[in-house]
């Protein structure tokens, strides 16, 4: 299986900061690297697939590149509707494994 | 507009087996493969398996091969997934979610909460 390690595992920002979370994959995945942003008892949200696409209504503060093992989502100035988990997921390869999140919360 | 709508809550004793539903709405319901994805509490996204909802092939992570069986009805637009022998562990919210090719899940169903309790 492939797997999908996230860093950090958390971080604490204030409204208007720049975010950088990274994912890397433990094989090539060329660039089927997807992020999803979730927020306590809802479902996935789905912002950015093929690593630097932006899924329709997904706000453009978001953005993801990244290609072959190593990846990033940047949150260009966070807002307060931003303060979430957020998961990267590979889509190379079933399992369609997930990293184990990050957690942004408020400074 | 796209929908995924699932079943309710469900409560189990250990041993036991649960079906939960997917109910696809507007789209073509053959034509997106649909994801399992669990999350127990506290924790992050598992992947379950996949289903081609056109000629019900699956796809089941190895963990869950042998317990997990997907299965799909083309007349109502409706995915199911039934989990046996569960123990306290399977506690757990289940997902379904639309699978964009090569993509990610871009529709999701609100979640089921399958809870496992003598």
């Known amino acids: 299986d492939i797997q999908m390690t996230q860093s950090p595992s958390s971080l604490s920002a204030s409204v208007g900061d720049r975010v950088i979370i990274t994912c890397r994959a433990s094989?090539?995945?060329?660039?089927?690297l997807n992020w999803y942003q979730q927020k306590p008892g809802k479902a996935p949200k789905l912002l950015i697939y093929?690593?630097?696409s932006l899924q329709s209504g997904v706000p453009s503060r978001f953005s993801g590149s990244g290609s072959g093992t190593d990846f990033t989502l940047t949150i260009s100035s966070l807002q307060p509707d931003d303060f979430a988990t957020y998961y990267c997921q590979q889509s190379f390869r079933t399992p369609k494994t997930f990293g184990q999140g990050t957690k942004v919360d408020i400074k | 507009q796209v929908e995924l709508v699932q079943s309710g809550a469900e409560v189990k004793k250990p041993g036991a087996s649960v079906k939960v539903s997917c109910k696809a709405s507007?789209?073509?319901?053959?034509?997106?493969?649909i994801n399992w994805v669990r999350q127990i509490p506290g924790h992050g996204l598992e992947w379950m398996g996949l289903i081609n909802p056109n000629v019900g092939f699956t796809k089941y992570a190895q963990k869950f091969q042998g317990r997990v069986t997907m299965t799909r009805d083309t007349s109502t637009g409706t995915v199911y997934m039934e989990l046996n022998s569960l123990t306290s562990e399977d506690t757990a919210v289940y997902f379904c979610a639309r699978d964009v090719t090569g993509g990610g899940c871009d529709y999701w169903g609100q979640g089921t909460l399958v809870t496992v309790s003598s």
């Open positions: 094989q090539s995945i060329t660039n089927f």
């Open positions: 093929a690593a630097s």
């Open positions: 507007g789209y073509s319901f053959t034509s997106y493969y």
